[in-house]
Structure formats: C-alpha cells, structure tokens
C-alpha cells in the first residue's frame, strides 16, 4: 500500500457531529433567549461526536471551531411531517497568522431512537401548551404572531396549536434530529468534498448493507488519497462513482470551486460589482442568507474576484449565532449572518454608516454612502453580461432590491430572451402562472381554440391548463438546483471554465489599472529587519504621483483605494521580494503583467481593453479534465469487527481503525507521485502564502498588533470583554496614525523641514482622508453601543445631545410634546437662538451714526447641528454626520465639540456599554489631544464639499470716520464673489451699513466689487473697508479699501474692485471691528497716495517686486487643488499689480512739476495717444513695434471704453492683469521706455529710464511666460478683452 506523507494528504479530518445522548437534550444556551418559540423550533447543544484522527502536527484539531461551524445553529429536530431535506455547506476556520483551514460539512436527519430524547421533547411541548394558556405569556409575545395574541379567537388557537406539523406527539410522531459529517482540508475542494460526503451518507443509509464498511472510504479519503499538485488532476473513488478534481498550476489563479454562476444568479451583475468595490474599500460587509452556503458562496466568491489582492481583516463567513456580539467590532470585516424565519427588522446592527449589507435571498445591496465608482465600471458590467449569455445563465437585472427582472440566455448563443415571469425564490416560475390561465380562459370561449384543441390532442401536446400548470412546475422543478445534487464532471468543468473566465475579467482589469505599479513603490535603502522594525513610519508608495497619472473620474476610487491595507500588503510584498521569495500572488500578478507589457507595450493606455487571456487558461482546465494525471488507489476492505446494518443510520465508526496512520512508504524511482515530495511546502508556499521563517514571524507580529483575525473558539461574552478593550487600543492608535497623516500632509514642505518626510496631498486625497476620518469616528461611536438608533451612532449621540440641550434651555418655553421617538423630524428655528451676551464696542463717527458691530457666533454643538440640519441636499442619517464633522473641522472645534458631547456622562453610560471606547476615560482624553492637533492647519473641507449649499453670508461696510465721507447721498451697490460664482449685484440701503444675505456656496470668498451711482447731493463716500462672514462656517474676509467713490475726487472711481484677506480665526469680533483700519503704509495699489509719503528706494522695490513674481511661480508649480488665490497674488496687498505701480510711480516727475499729481494710468494714456499717432502717420518700419503698438493701443481704448465708472487706479489694475494674461506687457515696457513721453515724464535714474533697472523689470515679467493665467470673471468685470 502506498500512502501519502502527512502534509499532502487530500484531508486531514473526518468529523461527526450530531446529538449526545449521553448529554441529553441541552439547549443552546450561546444562542440567546428561545423559550417563546415552539419547541420544534428551537435549537439544541450539538457535540463533536467523533473525529479522526486524532490529531495531525501540521493542522491542530479545533474541537470548539468544528463543532461550532459544523452546525452553526445547533440541532434542529424535526417530525415525520415536516420536510427534511438534507443540506451541504462549507465553513472556513481562521488562525491568529491568518492561514485557513477548511471545512465541508453534509447535515442530514437521522430517527432519534432513545425514548428519554422523545420523553423530553414530548415535555417541552407540555410546559409550552401550558406556557400559551396563561394570557400574561401571550401579552408578552404577541408581537410573534396570533397564537400568542390574547385578541385571536380561541377557536383559530386551538386549531394552530393541534396543527401536526407544529407540535410533537410521542404516541404518533416520528422524531429525527440533524447529524453532520464533515471534512477538514488544507484546500477548498469543494465539489470533490460534497460528492464524497454525500456518497458516503448514502452508502450509510442505504437499505442494503454496502460491499465495503464505511470505514473503508473514510480511511481512503484520509490516508490513501494524495493532494494533487499545483498545475496536475486526480480522480478517486467513493461507493459506486469516481471522483475527479484539479488544482490550478502556479502560474494560474488560486483554487476555487465555488458557483459563480449561482452567485451572479441570486445577486446580478450590478450588486456584485457594488459588493466587489465595497470590500476594496475595506468598508465592513455583512451578508444576510437562510442558507449557510450562500453566505459562503458570496464571501468567497467575491474575495476570489479580488485576486492579486487580499482581504486582510476579520472574515468570518458563517458567524455561528452565539457569536452575534462580534458585530460590534469597530473593524473592518466580512460575516455572513444566517436567519430563520426572522426578518431584517428584528437585526440589531450596531452602525450601519460603513457598512455594505448583502441580503442574498432577496437579492439587495444596501451600500455606503458615499461609495465611489469602480472605475470603467460600465464597460466591465458589459464584459461579464457578454459571459453569462455565453455560458447560459440565468441573472439577476438591475440591484438593490427593487423589482426582480431576470434575464436567460441560449448557451452560445448572443441572443438574450427576456422571461419576466421569473423571480428570485423557488416559485419564480409558478408565480407567471394565474396570468397565463387566466387569458386561458378566456380563450376557452373561442372557436378557434376548439379547432385548435383538436388538432394538439392529435399530437399529445399541452391542451388544458392543468396540464399545462403541471409541466410548468415539473419544468421548475428540473431547473432549481438543490444544494446536496452532485454535478456531473462535464458540469464540474465548466463550471471552473465559468468561474475562470469571470475573474480574469476582474484580473485583466486590474493589470490595466496598476500595470506601471513598480514605477511608484518606494525601495528602502536599509536592511530587511531595519525596514521591518520602521514599517509603519515609512511611505512605501508614491501616491500622489501615481494619481496624478490617472484619469479624473478614477481618482475618487483609486484615492481610497490605495489607503487601504489591501494595496498596503500588496506594497509591501513587492518590497519583502527583493529579500525573500515572492509572494505568490504577487509572482502570478507580475508574469501576467510581463506577458501585458510584451504584448501591448510599455505605454499606459486609459482605454478600456477586454480580457483575452481567459482562452488560454481555459484550455489548461479543459487539458486537466480530458487527462488525468493521477488515479488514487480504490477503497478497500479493513480489518473491522462486522456490525449490523441499519437503514437510515450512520454507524459509530471503528476508531482503532480510523486512527492508525500507516507507514509512510518511499515511493520508487521513476514512480509519477514523485511530486508529492514537493507538496508540504508548497501548502505553505502557494495557498498560505508563508514559508516558516514568514510564518513564525507574522505570528509574532499578529500577537503583538490588534486582533484582526480572532479565534473563533475563544469568542465568548468573556472572550468579547477582553477582545473590546483591544479594539479600544487599535482605535486609538488608529486615531494618532489618522491625525498625524492628515497633519504631515497638510503641512507640506514645512513637515518635510521637521523630518517627516516628503509628502504633498491633493485634493482628491485630502477628501478622502477626510472621509476616512469620518469613517474612523462612526466606528468609535458604534462601540460599544446598547441599542442602535439609525445608521450612524455619531449623528444618533448628537440629535440625544440636542433633545436634552434644547429641553434645559430655559430662554424659551418648553412644549410638552417636544420629546418624539424622531428626533431627527424637529422643526428648526428660523432665527439663530440667541447667545451669551458678550460686551459689544459701539463705535460711532463724526456724524454719530452707529458704526455695525460684529456679535461673535456661538460655539457650540447644537449651532452647528442646526446648520446642518437645514441644509436641504443632505437626507440620511449618515451624511448630516459627515457634514457636521467636515464643519467642526474647518471651524477647528472637532475636539471642542467632541469633548462637549462626551462631557454628558449620564448621557452616554445610558448610550454606550461599559467597554466602549466612549466610556474609556484614558484613551479619550488622548483620542481628544490627537484630534486637537489638527487645529493647526486649516482646512476647507465644508466649503469645498457642499458647494450647492445655500450659505447666509453678513456684509459690513465701515465707512470714514471722517465728516465729509461717512456717509452718501448715492445708491450704493455691491458684488460678492469666490472660487464658485458671484452673487450679482446687491442694492444697499441708503444709510445702511449692513446686509445679510443668503446664497448659494461662493467657496473661498476672492473678490468684492462696490460702487455707487453718483447721484443726490452729496455723493462721494470714504470707504475704509468692508468684512463678510460666513455665518456657517465662522470664515470671516477683510477687503481693505481706504478710496473715495465718486466723481471729482480721488481717481474719479465710482466702483472699486477690493481683493480679500481671511481674517485669521484667532481674532475677537470686538477688536476686528476697532482695529481693522487700512493704514496708508499698509495699502493696495487702489489706496490714496499723498505727496508727502516717503519714497521707497529701488532695492527695496526690486525686492518687492521679486518677492511678488515669485509667489505667482510658486503658485503654479503646486498641484492644482493646492493653489490658493491668484487674484491675491496679483492684486492683493503687496501683489504684482501693486508693485508694478511702484515701479511706475519711482523717478515720477510730476510729484515736483505738477500742482495736481498724475497716475499711472495718466502716463499710459498720454503713450497712448503718441503711439495711436505714430501708427497714424505710419512711421513706423518694424514690424514688431508696429504689432506691439498696435495692441496696446486697442487694449488702452477697450479698458476706456468698457470701464466708464472705473478710476485711473483701477484702469491701471484691469490693464496690468490683462497684459500678464496674453504675455504683452514685458513686450511693452522697452516700447514705452523709448517713447519722448517717458523722457518728459521721468527723471533719469527712474525704472523706465534706467536700462539696467528696466530690464531687471522685464527679466521678471518673462520668467511667467511659460505659466497661463487666469483672470476671475469679477477681475475683468465681465468685459470680453
């Protein structure tokens, strides 16, 4: 006998588990309260009966995972009466180094035969018959039906309560309880797994006594038959019928069985794509089934799609029902919740703002908000459609639940027939049948079916509803499928041909998506271990590079996605290659990005390219399943004690027998299971993915980093107390990591100069690590939660906050009817309630009018939430939170509020458990220091995102304090823009200095034009500045202006264009007020200049004006959503426009030779008019001067033209703005020094007589040629120059 060395066998254990007589009938205790439900009904302790052997060195035997997983629910018992039918499902059992075992397990029912098993069910049903008679028991659970209502009739009681299938008779029922045999292998072969477990449940249970004992297969499928090697298939035998498999080689994608094609059935194409992008996003997935392998099917189905990566947090397909607390876990994960009868009302979830919940049965996908679109999306959806008609199959249309469309296709065919008359459960077709008989019927009344009728009966064809009714359903019930039908090996392959060419889709796409990948990865310098003990404060990956390479619409995706510890893992493989062996998923990623690059070059293309390779892949299954590589040796008999056969049973197994492992026998030279001596590590090497050095040391590290993959055995209401205070410590640390990225991000350069590494964010990035701040904050919040309210636990805490809040304040009377179960429904104040009387300024001018006062804007929590409730284009739970957060966080109060809503300790024992992370007074307060940080950056992160929001904006005009412009006969006006749009003009009242108006999101506010119509009798009015505030978000913007308008004084301006300054947040309202006065030193180009100024020497205008150049230059190398205002920069205080004027105005002669000084714009008019002149008599030869006069003739004419209310000042701006633009005005200045007016104008040692100083000017100017500047449409006034 050749048998196969330990770690390469096919199984490791065959198990039993079932009732325990010796027990007795024990409830299951782990699975909560069961008493109201019928006896039947309720579930029972189930033990690990047997299993064997004993104990294998390289897989452990887990006797409390097995027996947990095998039978999830326990044991079910059934009547006679009821169906009992029996049911095939596969579990996985996770280890701490995140390796898996796995498990295939077959339930069936078997006849209980002990009298004390019957005695007992027989006085349950006792005790409960008597339970139900007692009308307090029926008040107390009426909510589960009319048998336990006191109203229902006793009549329809008594009839539900005799109704056989209900309850248990001793004297005339038959009882049967489940038992479960299973399998345990290093590798989920399936299909292979589920014909030998029905095979030998059959073989038990037959009414003949079999050739061979049970033990006989048992022990051939343990000890004799060999794991089949990477790349080869094998076929063994089981009772009457051969079993044949195959295992992908090392160059093809993993191991996997499971139906595809049932998925795509149950889910369509659309909900297993908004699965798919979920579980990339590591957001926490939660699948809802009646059926154990569904929630399989979809878990593995879809990690299987994801390949080259991996999922890398808790997975737990089948969540056995004592293990529901877990769902409180602040983790990512995936877990599957199997359910009976319930509905999803009865789930208590604890947070549902990041989470993706899969109802498989029904077919819906209730997803996150916020979920971004997997890019080529459409084009991929269309791919795998042109698959599924290609193989056949049925498939959900459409997602989310909403009306089941189903769509069949010819296999082979490219033809699609829509068949509406199906759905999703097993009487998809049955439900298409009243329409059909009813227009029979009615058919039934024509002569022409008569004629017809006789002609089909020749040919024996449909001719009466009924038959028709019974072909339909024998129809149904040849196409439903049953979980425990064995395939055939023709089904057997193609489905894997199926399953194959639906993840090379998914494959193909990712190599198109990372094929320049290794261009970005980081490699370290330093030593393995020096790398290792600094991981996590490495960068490992250029991201900002490699987003700035993608398409637009993809960023949303890729900016979260490559933050994930998903494409962290995949990173950090690349990297561990160069020193050890490479991952193998990674070496199968990297040959098929290698054949990629051959085949389509090395240039990235942002096409959509369907997948080919599947052909060649196809081949290799096909190959495996025509030739079989090996056949393993066929059971035979053993050395057993004989036993009598019973029908129906499956026998207590020899263990002498099943627990002596044979000798290892040497096979000889030559023999074709010479690759058996390979298979121990490539266990390890393929499907583990770690070679024993690896293995011992991520053990190491999953010991000493957070629980990720917990231990199913140890995941007692114990176990979950200690397993939570580590949760809290992994939140905390993720909060520190959180907080510093998004600090040493923010900060740039200036984090680089403190030694944080080089790191730039934009803001595409900046969003999403703001919206996983966000995420990291709702998981803090679910917690430890008592009972959920809503999807998000954080908006849930604050609207309990605000009832109580608003319920103490005492300044307005309390309505009675003010505490509602909806919190979230309570009518908002118009006006802002009124805050803490704060000591106000009042200043007054010459004239004694009232000066507008700034009132400071209450911080608090509940201001903020009303904000935010009246914004209109938010409706969940789920995006007022995350709205609110962004709000607090560009306020720079996320810590303040926080601290404020945790301060309510009464609040949240009644809220929050004691292990939650809210109730950990240490952890947080230092949660709250790490959030505190981020104060010292600024962020723009509401403004920026709610950009549809209507925003109340408060304007105040200061005017003089001088007598004769404090105030203006005219009709003044203004106009208020930002990054997003203006807002019109605005009518002032005539004596009124403050507006308040509401518009639609401005953005970073830029620019304010105010201007008056010049009429009454006094109309010049003094203007020293004017502040706007954004009354959400506290932003408050100075425009300094310091000018006259009107006419006959000044420049003769009667609207100015004011650049805007924000105001820095630190600032009192008082003392914004008192001192924010324009002093003359500190003016823009648009202030009044007197004689008497001192002048500014040339070094220091050079420096001014290099200064200025060089902000625009840094401007335009940072990335784009970096870039602050360019307005400012050109026109703001110190800007390019302001020191071009110095340069004008340097060496100006008129200051001496003129009574009444002369502007800048004076100087340029009177060129004007030599040039226009020049042009006239055509005097001038080059061509090139003539085309430079030219245009500034018809630049100068045009400003005049179209800028009739605009000053000389502000003429000089919109002239100097334009000339940057189209790149003109460093051709101008050589033109204009040359001219005879410069030399009457200017002395000699003056910018535009001085050569070398002229051409420093120019010099500068040039060095922007290769930027394109953009004018604001408020820049230019609109006008078209």
Known sequence: MTTSPGGSRFADYFVICGLDISSGLEPDQLSGDNLHCLPLDRPYKSKVLAHFPENVSWNPFDKDAVGMLSLPKGLTFRTHNQKKEPRFHTFIITREDGSRTFGAAYTFFEEVTNRQICAAMKTLHSMHLAELSNDQSRALYSHLGSVYDPSTPRPLRKN??????????????TLYVTKCICLITQFPFVTACKTFLSLVQKAASAKHSPVLPVESYVFNILYEVPLPPPGRSMKFTCWDRSIVCQRPGLNELPLFEYSMQEMFSLLGVENVMLIFTSMQLENQILLYSSDYQRLMLVAEGISALMFPFTWQ??????????????????????MGIHHGNQDRSQLQLPSEANMCFVDIDEGSVEIPEELPVFPHKQEIMEELTAVLKRYGVVYKCGSNGGKKLFQKVKEGSGSQDEDSGMSSNDESASTSVPSILNKMEILKQSDALARIRAIVNKVGVITTSEDFHDAVEGKKRKGVKKATDIPSEDETVKELKFCNNIREVFLNRFLHMFACYEEFVIQPTQSMDMWISSRELMQNYDKAAFLSDQPETHLPFLSRFIETQIFTTLIDNKIMSQWEEPDPYLRVFETRLKVLKEKMGEARTPTYCSCTSYMETESLIEKRGAHIDHISLVPHDLEIQPRLHRPGFFPDLDGNVLNKQPAVQRPKRGDGAKWRRKDRSLQHSEHLQLNSDQREKYMQEARAKSVRQPKISEMTQQGMVAANWKFVETLLKESKTKTKRMLVEKMG?????????????????ENTIIASLCDLLERI???????????????????????????????????PNFLTPDISTLALEAETPPSTPTKRHKRKNSRGLEVPTLSPLPVAVTFDMRNVQKMSEIKTDVGYARAWVRLALEKKLLSKHLKELMSDTDLCRSLYKRYAFLRCEDEREQFLCHLLSLNAVDYSCFTNTFTQTKIPYRIMIFPSRKLQGS????????????????????QIGKHSLELLIEHKNLGILTTLRIGHDNSGMMPRWMVEHVLVRNEITAHTYKFPCGRWLGRGVDDGSTERLLVGEPVPHTTDSDDLVTTCSTPPKSRSPIMPRKASESKLQIPVIQQMLGDSVNNIVKHFYKPEKER???????????????????????????????????YTWDYLEKSHIHFAGLLHEGSVKSELKRAAYMSFCSVITRINDASQNVGKDGKFQLFTCLGLRDHFLERWLPFLAESSVTLTMYEENSFMREPSLLNFVVHLLDSLRDFKINLEASLVKGLDL
Not at 160 to 171: A, M, R, S, T, V
Not at 787 to 796: F, P, V
Request: some cysteine.
């Open 967 to 986: 105030s203006t006969s005219a009709n003044p006006w203004i106009c208020l823009a930002g990054q997003l749009g203006d807002t019109g003009v605005l």
């Open 1124 to 1158: 602050g205002s360019l307005t400012f920069l050109l026109c703001g205080e110190l800007g390019l426009v302001s020191c071009l004027d110095s340069v004008f105005q340097f060496g100006f002669k008129s200051s001496r030779l003129f009574r009444n000084r002369l």
């Open 313 to 334: 947090h808790v997975y737990v397909p089948i969540l056995p029902a004592s293990l529901l607390h877990f769902l409180d876990a602040p983790v990512p994960f995936i």
């Open 749 to 765: 350069q200036e984090a680089v100069d403190l030694g944080h590494g080089e790191m730039t964010i934009t803001g595409v990035e």
């Open 781 to 815: 919040w679910s917690h430890g939660l008592q009972t959920k309210k809503g999807k998000s636990a954080l908006w849930s805490h604050l609207l309990s906050y605000q009832e109580i809040e608003e319920c103490n304040d005492t300044s307005k009377p309390i309505d």
């Open 160 to 173: 539900h309560l005799e109704d056989p299938e209900k309850f248990y008779n001793i004297d005339s029922d």
